[in-house]
């Protein structure tokens, strides 16, 4: 295999190399509840329950992230947000994730890099407790996923297209590994191959209790469905470049 044709691998952090739904997510959940209920308060008094939870999924729902609600609706300061959000203490006691990403990552042919919708100091710091910081050639966060500068997360389509400009790659040698569907759809929109991991999904939301069916479909925007990012390697055959 050529250096030019070698794929390109964009790598989702949360629900797809480590269980987020298990502890993290429940955490930055109840620290956003908290940072929203004073936001939506009268400046004494937080806001209700039910008027927090339904603006925290709401949000979530509709822009793909609460935190571009939260700017849009509520001008929050977003360096703050994702700061006092992403607060949940040390990692050891919330992550859960497999054995042998490190192999897995070495073993699999071409660049990867990481893409993910959390701030740089979580991530930076969750990649570096799961030890697989050095085989990621680039850290994009979502302080790095600007357009016009406006935060512009997965699925951004735009976001998408520049950062791929920006680092001189053809959207065909690129594999993006996702749990999160609308994020391979729109990558599949651009070209992409798309693997969707299934193993961390939770029935509803990403905090939900319930585990995915295990017949899930895979959508036609999926190229390849795994359980597990450590099936990869076996399904090299199927995402090979195909032009
Ligand atoms: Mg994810």
Redesign the pocket.
């Known amino acids: 295999m050529t250096t030019t044709s070698s794929p390109v691998w964009l790598f989702?952090?949360?629900?797809?190399l480590h269980d987020?739904s298990h502890a993290i997510f429940p955490a930055i959940s109840a620290n956003m509840n908290t940072y929203i209920a004073r936001v939506l308060g009268d400046g004494t008094t937080p806001a209700a329950q039910e008027l927090v939870d339904a603006t925290r999924t709401g949000y979530w729902k509709r822009y793909g992230a609460t935190l571009l609600g939260m700017i849009r609706h509520h001008h929050v300061d977003p360096a703050d947000f994702l700061r006092r959000t992403h607060d949940i203490g040390a990692f050891q006691d919330l992550v859960r994730t497999e054995r042998g990403l490190s192999r897995l990552l070495r073993r699999l042919p071409g660049r990867k890099i990481l893409l993910?919708?959390a701030p740089t100091a979580y991530s930076t710091g969750l990649v570096k407790h799961i030890g697989l910081q050095r085989h990621f050639a680039h850290h994009i966060a979502i302080e790095d996923m600007r357009v016009h500068g406006q935060l512009r997360p997965k699925p951004s389509k735009l976001m998408l297209r520049r950062l791929l400009r920006r680092h001189g790659l053809a959207p065909g040698r690129c594999i993006l590994v996702?749990?999160?569907l609308v994020?391979l759809k729109h990558a599949k929109q651009l070209g992409l191959r798309t693997v969707w991991v299934t193993q961390y999904l939770r029935y509803g939301d990403?905090i939900g209790k319930a585990p995915l069916p295990r017949m899930v479909k895979r959508p036609a925007w999926v190229d390849v469905k795994v359980k597990s990012v450590l099936r990869l390697p076996a399904t090299m055959n199927r995402l090979r470049r195909q032009d």
């Open positions: 989702d952090l949360d629900n797809t987020a993910t919708n996702e749990d999160t994020n990403p």
